[in-house]
């Protein structure tokens, strides 16, 4: 079975040759498409090797088309799509293939990898502390938040990408049928560290609704959540309805409006939301990325619990939090509130060490409870 890594370039000479270099000796094939960088990021991809062969592409604001050619020129058995500013580790070479194995006796097209956005931010719901991370590519931040996709799949006609901004080929793999293997494989990606992230979330905000499709759940989640991303509230509870409404059982709408509803400090309504979503991630199959979303929403029951002042039930959140998500500072640290509410002092301090072992920025929100 032959690969064909696929990139979609920009102006990424700063990272491009860290992201073709980190897979060059495990596809046969490098197909970049550049959208009209006025760097040197074609030169620097060519200098990788006689792998990358670089087209261009006049950008049309969706990504899906960019990657969609891409697609076109690729001549591997199955194919593997990056950014510009993602990497895989090499320890993981070894894994892909033998999930690609499994994946072709089994005659599944898909297979998703688990990208971690790293960050230097305070950590919120989703972060994981890279403090005993084993990764030395997780060693650049403090911490990440996971997401579950579709990036390893068979290079057949009708599997495309779909979708302006957040693309996928997961749709197209589904209505064939096909079920996709899950897997923990890690994609690291950089690009929250050196990007100003308000303006991006704006900017694909505005391609989104450029491309707004009909019918289309997923798409009216996510613009959801660049709606709550820059503080939009009300706007993204509009979005969350949307998708909700053609898809009554999607999780992820239901947990992101519990989050908000949060942030709103409607928490009665906002533990009806989770509950639903933690309910819907129960009878899912467990996978890696339904575990992180599990963890999510049990954190977010942990804080609603908490103002209602039910604090057994808001402990048990905690701690099935942690067990599925050991590595999570915000989780500690909300215990740590909680244990002080409930007169446990020294086990507070505890959490809250933790909290600060994993991720240093809570020290300074520690203090500010220390003298509250």
């Known amino acids: 079975m ?44 060519s200098s990788v090797g006689d792998l990358v062969k670089v087209y261009d592409y006049s950008w049309n604001w969706n990504f899906s088309d960019a990657k969609n050619f891409a697609l076109s020129k690729a001549t591997g058995d199955w194919v593997l799509a990056l950014d510009a500013d993602e990497v895989i580790s090499s320890v993981d070479h070894s894994k892909i293939l033998r999930a690609i194995s499994v994946a072709s006796d089994d005659g599944i097209l898909g ?39 579709v990036r390893l799949f068979r290079n057949i006609s009708g599997i495309k990408f779909s979708g302006a901004v957040h693309d996928s080929v997961e749709p197209s793999i589904n209505s064939r049928g096909s079920s996709v293997l899950d897997t923990d494989i890690p994609i690291h990606h950089y690009g929250a560290l050196s990007r100003d992230n308000l303006s991006r979330r704006k900017l694909y905000l505005e391609i989104e609704l450029k491309n707004l499709r009909e019918g289309d759940y997923f798409q009216n989640y996510q613009i959801a959540s660049q709606y709550h991303s820059i503080g939009e509230s009300q706007k993204a509870l509009e979005f969350i309805d949307k998708s909700l409404l053609i898809n009554p059982d999607f999780y992820l709408a239901h947990l992101e409006k519990g989050l908000v509803k949060m942030k709103l400090e409607s928490f009665d309504e906002a533990f009806d939301s989770l509950k639903v979503a933690e309910d819907l991630l129960i009878r899912e199959k467990a996978t890696p990325g339904s575990m992180i979303h599990l963890s999510e929403v049990l954190g977010g029951l942990g804080v609603v619990y908490s103002k209602m002042n039910n604090y057994h039930s808001a402990l048990k959140c905690y701690r099935r939090a942690l067990f599925l998500s050991p590595n999570n500072a915000t989780h500690y640290f909300n215990l740590g509130l909680l244990l002080l509410s409930m007169n446990n002092k020294s086990e507070a301090l505890q959490s809250f060490k933790e909290a600060i072992r994993l991720n240093p920025k809570f020290d300074e929100l520690v203090k500010i409870t220390d003298k509250g």
């Open 2 to 45: 032959t690969i064909s890594l696929c990139v979609i370039t920009k102006d990424n000479a700063g990272t491009i040759v860290n992201c073709l270099s980190s897979v060059s000796s495990l596809v046969d094939e490098i197909v970049v498409v550049d959208t009209g960088s006025s760097d040197n990021t074609k030169e620097l991809c």
């Open 111 to 149: 297979i998703s990898l688990i990208q971690r956005n790293y960050s230097n931010e305070l950590g919120g719901f989703g972060w994981t502390s890279t403090s005993d991370d084993s990764y030395p590519e997780s060693k650049v931040a403090s911490g990440f938040v996971s997401r579950r996709m």
